[in-house]
């Protein structure tokens, strides 16, 4: 085996998400300003030059390989290479909640595809890599990117953007949001006016929301009195369909202080926003 390479897989915010329409082919279209955390999984990847296999060191319980992304990215990736490629065994430290809405699964195929074109030199570009992770997922490619952007289409369509690196209180409330079942929810808000890119970063930050969010207060009890008790300390949003809701702070400190109030039984972590992704800056370390 050759040395590993461990890179972050970072979470992801929705700092605010607006359905615009539906298209015909039942898709919503979306206007989003994503930021990344300085907070998410690690992925370890260990070449095998002496077994040609695509494979997890150890599997994620009740995820089969052939629905995991990681292993789907890295055989898609493959397929890209003009000859035969030694294999890899990657390791995955998961540290981020499943179905929070943190953008877990998408981050964690962005960062094999990148891992894999550095370590099997397949020197494909940032926009083929980015089309690439489209067919494996709708968030994929602003994970690819590691900018933070604003977002339109299905979120696919990115433009770089700078929101403030602000200090995020994020919690998890105990329970699993499907997301198909919110996005064909009748009461959707599914006509929320588009907006253009300047006004999408100026004026009362107050009038965006997310969209989801009072479907899911309606059918999640545990979000809507999660959010409710975060609300109490400032503006409280869900991120994506949820389940994780966040707060944004100026400060490390005033989010601790307001984590160690939490109340018993809900998981989370404090972190701290940036527009740059960590997975790009390690990567950056590389080359």
């Known amino acids: 085996m050759l040395t590993p390479l461990t890179l972050p897989s970072p979470a992801k915010l929705n700092l605010f998400l607006h359905i615009v329409g539906q298209r015909p082919d039942g898709y919503h279209e979306l206007q989003t300003l994503f930021q990344f955390l300085d907070y998410g999984d690690e992925l370890t990847f260990t070449l095998t030059p002496g077994d040609p296999g695509i494979r997890l060191e150890a ?33 995955i430290d998961k540290r981020l909640p499943m179905g929070g809405g943190l953008g877990g699964g998408s981050s964690n195929a962005a960062t094999t595809l990148l891992a894999m074109n ?11 890599l980015a089309e690439m992770g489209l067919n494996l997922g709708a968030d994929v490619p602003v994970f690819v990117r590691g900018r933070a952007a604003f977002g339109e ?3 696919e369509q ?72 975060l609300s109490q300390f400032g503006p409280a949003r869900l991120t994506g369909t949820g389940a994780c809701i966040f707060g944004r702070f100026p400060t490390e400190s005033a989010t601790r202080i307001i984590w160690e109030s939490k109340p018993s039984g809900i998981t989370g972590f404090v972190a701290k926003g940036v527009n740059i992704s960590p997975l790009h800056q390690k990567l950056a370390e590389l080359t």
């Open 59 to 91: 599997p994620i319980p009740g995820v089969a390989d052939e629905d995991n992304l990681i292993i789907r990215a890295a055989r898609l990736i493959a397929k890209a290479a003009d000859g035969p490629l030694p294999g890899v065994v990657i390791r």
């Open 118 to 128: 550095y370590l099997w030199q397949l020197n494909l570009s940032e926009d083929t």
């Open 153 to 155: 289409g299905v979120g």
């Open 158 to 229: 990115l433009t770089p953007a700078n929101p403030p690196e602000d200090w995020f209180l994020v919690l998890k409330p105990e329970c699993n949001i499907n997301t198909g079942k919110i996005f064909s929810e009748k009461g959707l808000t599914r006509d929320t006016p588009k907006m253009t890119i300047r006004p999408a970063f100026e004026g009362d930050a107050s009038r965006y929301r997310n969209d989801c969010e009072d479907v899911v207060r309606k059918l999640y009890p545990e979000v809507n009195q999660s959010l409710d008790w």
